[in-house]
């Protein structure tokens, strides 16, 4: 079974600035993705980028771009010129590839606060 | 509207009590998630679809839990003789999975969920 963790339960981030979110997670497969999801408050979860196992390049989506670090098990969310938009519960997923299974293994999260 | 749907959006229940909760997914997605969410915490999937198969179940759900998807649209998730530790946030996806090719991506989109309240 899969683990994920998310040490950071807050962090808080000047309007504009830069904010990492760190996630790390445990695993025996050699195949899998990994994702962060958004969720505002009060509405639904929302993908904000993936990354495949297999490949080595971090993915980017605007303003998003992750440091996935296959061998140390890391996979951090970075955010550029945060926006109060921004502001919501962050979370690390895990979804093997292959075997049958679909379900999301997903950490605790952590409330990201975006200063004025 | 054209994401998924769940209903009701709130349900308090007296424990013992069985409670029912809907799910309407993307209208052309074969697959279909159900996920718990306890407060502080992150997701904990429960079991998942594909059209009116369930190819998998959590350890999470218990004898008490049942779901279903009869005709591999919405789906219903049923709990029985609800218990406080039931309270929590209930939630379901949808993806459009290829079917034969069970390792290829495919995104999870989320509804707004159902919060349980069991007192």
């Known amino acids: 079974a899969q683990t994920v963790t998310q040490s950071q339960p807050e962090m808080s981030v000047q309007e504009a600035e830069t904010v990492t979110l760190s996630c790390t997670y445990d695993?025996?497969?050699?195949?899998?993705?990994l994702f962060w999801y958004k969720q505002p408050p009060s509405r639904q979860m929302i993908l904000v980028i993936r990354q495949e196992a297999y490949k080595q390049q971090n993915a980017t989506e605007n303003r998003f771009s992750v440091n996935f670090q296959k061998a140390a098990k890391s996979f951090s969310l970075k955010i550029s010129d945060s926006q109060l938009g921004d502001a919501a519960m962050y979370f690390c997923a895990f979804r093997q590839y292959g075997g049958g299974a679909d379900g999301l293994t997903f950490g605790k999260g952590t409330h990201l606060i975006i200063q004025p | 509207d054209t994401g998924v749907s769940q209903d009701p959006r709130h349900k308090i229940t007296k424990r013992g009590q069985n409670v029912t909760f809907r799910c309407d997914p993307i209208?052309?997605?074969?697959?279909l998630y159900w996920y718990r969410q306890t407060l502080g915490q992150g997701p904990e999937f429960l079991t998942y679809?594909?059209?009116?198969?369930?190819?998998?179940k959590s350890r999470l759900l218990s004898d008490r839990f049942s779901a279903e998807r009869p005709k591999g649209s919405f789906s219903t998730l049923e709990i029985q003789r609800t218990e406080q530790g039931d309270s929590a946030m209930y939630l379901c996806?949808?993806?459009?999975?290829?079917?034969?090719?069970?390792?290829?991506?495919?995104?999870?989109?989320f509804g707004p969920g159902t919060r349980l309240t069991v007192l």
């Open positions: 679809f594909q059209n009116e198969a369930q190819l998998e």
């Open positions: 695993t025996s497969e050699s195949d899998y993705y």
């Open positions: 209208s052309e997605h074969n697959r």
């Open positions: 996806a949808s993806s459009l999975g290829t079917v034969g090719l069970a390792g290829v991506y495919n995104e999870q989109f």
